[in-house]
């Protein structure tokens, strides 16, 4: 009998130490769930103080994302300073968008002081794209004497595309000297990009004495090439003279 009363206070023992421990961790879960802001938290079962501190880290989240994210703002939490703050928080992020020239400007929400600036600051950005020709260039919003220069560098820059080969060159819009001087630039680096064997080269471009020329010059160097044993080396290209004989010595 003595035995089975022990035994049983030590079931009783072992029943509360187990439901004290399984109250411990659904409170704990429930701690976890209220920080989280997870639906299944439930308040009643917080103590005061952590009910008071969760309460300010949501107030603070919140906020946070009202100075972020205006338009997706819980305002009925804010208290009306920090309303303000929010509020004068949006509107420094949109006064940078339009200063910046991005999509997200709305200029409704401007006042007109800061109008006036982001209006000045939309036209050097379009007379920059006019001067550089990057960018969308409206030249209906330039001043006669912008536009003047902004069509002298244009000219300028179609010029040196047709000189250069870079770019797009509009050749129509060269006077006949600047369109003699392109092509004689055009043909002479034409020429070289033949003699050298780097870059294209259109042979139907070249004068009968640059043709032999660069003829010459390529027999030579595969010449050269077949005497270093470079990989570039074609045989068949060479004559008697180059070619080397059997004992290794170069020939003569």
Known sequence: MKSFAVCCL????????????SALNARKANLLSCLDNFPGCNHSQLTSTHAKQIAALHHD??????????SDCNRSILAPAELKEAQDSAHRQNLLSCETTTDFCNKALLTPAETQDVAGII??????????????????????????????LEHERNLLACETGQGECDKSLLTPTEAKQAAVIAHQRNFIACKSGEGYCDTSQLSPSEAKQIADTARQRNALACEAGDASCDPSLLNAKQVQPTTGQPAS
């Open 10 to 21: 030590l079931i009783g023992t072992f029943v509360c130490a187990a439901y004290g421990q």
């Open 61 to 70: 989240k919140a906020l946070w994302a009202c100075m972020v994210d205006y």
């Open 123 to 152: 036209s050097l950005q379009n007379l920059a794209n006019c001067e550089t020709g990057s960018g969308i260039c409206n030249h209906s919003a330039l001043s006669p004497a912008q536009l003047s220069e902004v069509k002298s």
